[in-house]
């Protein structure tokens, strides 16, 4: 989806969620490239907690990046977006803390184009806060798929390979591959070879959802 901006300070919300592995990040790349060619001004955001990339670029699995600047809190981000600013993009929306709908909220008021790229679910299928209130908020959404790897259907959840507790690790190669509805499985398993995958090595998860 392109939106064009029909006219000067008109503001709005856009939201890019799904699994991972569908796309999300390299969706937000997209359209920011796109305001840059029109000369607009972008900034970009991420969250400290993503250590998966260097610290000055948002990367996409697939190796697309574009410089941006990591932010301990919502309410920095607010503070950091310049007045001339046009298009704000924000990446991993969903280690952001609950602010993040009202700040996105206050700089969508100010008249400029905000794009946010994010999780829609944790690890056990449960919306990850807090993009279903950006959802709710939003001009635009965009859901993107991935595709299960166990039977090749459109996957829209991310399955854990691992056993552990924690909502949040980051860095996600082999730990994670997307699954469809029917082949997703919120009790982490091991990830033994396919020849030594027994019963036993389907363990329950060990804590709650929220942490
Ligand atoms: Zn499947």
């Known amino acids: ?6 006219q000067p300070n008109q503001g709005w919300i856009e939201v890019i969620v799904g699994s991972m592995f569908s796309g999300k990040t390299e969706e937000l790349i997209r359209r920011l490239r796109r ?17 998966r990339s260097d610290d000055d670029d948002i990367v996409s699995h697939s190796e697309m990046r574009i ?5 301990a809190s919502s309410r920095l981000l607010l503070d950091l977006v310049e007045g001339d600013t046009e298009v704000v993009g924000i990446d991993e929306g969903q280690f ?3 602010d993040l709908p009202s700040v996105c909220n206050a700089v969508a008021d100010r008249g400029k184009r905000v794009i946010v790229a994010g999780l829609d ?11 279903p209130q950006l959802l709710a908020i939003a001009e635009y ?3 993107t798929l991935a595709i299960c790897m166990v039977c090749g259907n459109p996957a829209n959840r991310t399955q854990r390979l691992v056993p552990g507790g924690d909502r949040v690790l980051v860095g996600a190669q082999g730990l994670y591959e997307a ?3 029917v082949c997703f499985d919120p009790a982490p398993a091991v990830a033994p070879a396919p020849a030594s995958r027994t019963p036993e090595s389907r363990l329950p ?3 709650s959802p929220k942490v």
């Open 1 to 6: 989806m392109d939106v064009v901006r029909h």
């Open 35 to 51: 305001a840059q060619i029109a000369r607009q001004k972008v900034q970009i955001f991420k969250p400290t907690v993503d250590t």
């Open 67 to 71: 410089p941006s600047r990591a932010v």
């Open 96 to 98: 952001f803390d609950q």
């Open 121 to 131: 679910q944790d690890y056990l299928g449960k919306p990850f806060e807090p993009m």
């Open 141 to 143: 959404i965009t859901k």
């Open 179 to 181: 699954r469809c509805r």
């Open 205 to 207: 998860n060990p804590r």
